[in-house]
């Protein structure tokens, strides 16, 4: 896309340039978030800004811009890029300053960039499901922060990507947490069971959204720990996120998930969920 957000301004991309010392280049030393653009409105827009904010503050970082500063920045790119279906991103780092780990002085600007991208929805992977590895989960405690440092994320991804998958399903000893870029449900007997929103994981948008509408529309759901055997147990399984959407599950570890096609409650919350996008952005596309 043309246009694109730094340190607040709206540049031409060419225009935009970061310095070799930015703390994000040499050490990840800041926070993001990736936003879904549906008929050129974001979706749950201020949910991720809030978060954004809440990161920020975990690692010792104060945006300079409010929540409402970033909103409107952030519409005003999109209207700009004329971008109708895709992404925004955003991240903040803690600026640029001579090479040192400790932090540099507080009045050293933090680096903010923003852009955006066309992304479809993946139509035909929600259709069919994917397939899944299991992989263990050997990133940092502090998964509830959206840090830059995503090295843990990206071996997973890699290694879901050379075994056919689209996904690799992270768990520690043997408690299930996260994918690479989404979350994780399974279903048993009907229920929604998912990791609670604790330092192991992302607590995810898309996560949040679904398991309001299990609570809005009578389906059964509980944030609780679950194992890998539940995992190969369960009747369906599910991932969400913002590039993701509800997206079925239907082999792991070249295993079957149920009948090895999307199961009906997976397929519920999809309806549910495209709903509520169009009851938020007022379209899909
Ligand atoms: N990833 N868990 C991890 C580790 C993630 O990176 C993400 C999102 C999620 C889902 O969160 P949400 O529903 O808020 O998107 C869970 C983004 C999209 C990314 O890094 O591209």
């Not at 069919?128 to 050997?138: M, R």
């Not at 998964?143 to 520690?172: M, P, T, V, W």
Request: aromatic share 8%; proline share 4%.
């Amino acid at each position: 896309m043309e246009y694109v957000i730094l340190d607040g301004e709206i540049l031409n991309r060419k225009e935009a340039k970061i310095d070799i010392e930015d703390r994000g280049y040499q050490f990840g030393d800041g926070v993001y978030e990736v936003i879904r653009v549906y008929n050129g409105t974001m979706f749950t827009r201020n949910e991720h800004l809030h978060r954004l904010i809440e990161s920020a503050e975990k690692i010792g970082m104060k945006l300079p811009y409010t929540l409402e500063e970033m909103g409107q920045q952030l519409e005003e790119l999109v209207e700009q890029n004329k971008l109708r279906l895709g992404t925004v991103y955003l991240q903040f780092t803690r600026g640029v300053s001579p090479r040192g780990h400790a932090f540099p002085s507080s009045n050293v600007p933090l680096t903010y960039v923003a852009y955006t991208r066309t992304v479809p929805r993946p139509a035909s992977d929600m259709e069919t499901g994917v397939k899944t590895i299991t992989n263990e989960d050997i990133r940092w405690l502090r998964c509830d922060i959206k840090s830059l440092n995503l090295l843990g994320n990206l071996l997973a991804k890699q290694k879901a990507k050379e075994a056919g998958c689209f996904e690799a399903i992270g768990y520690r000893d043997d408690i299930v947490t996260e994918g690479s870029l989404s979350n994780i449900s399974i279903v048993k007997n009907g229920k929604v069971i998912t990791h609670p929103a604790n330092h192991f994981i992302l607590n995810g948008i898309t996560r949040q959204q679904v398991l309001q509408l299990c609570h809005n529309n009578g389906i059964p759901f509980e944030e609780k720990t679950f194992t890998l055997h539940d995992l190969f147990q369960a009747d369906e399984i599910f991932l969400t996120g913002t590039t993701v959407e509800v997206m079925p599950i239907v082999e792991v570890d070249g295993k079957a998930v149920g009948a090895g096609k999307p199961g009906s409650t997976t397929k519920r919350l999809q309806q549910l969920f495209k709903q509520e996008i169009i009851n938020q952005c007022g379209g899909l596309e």
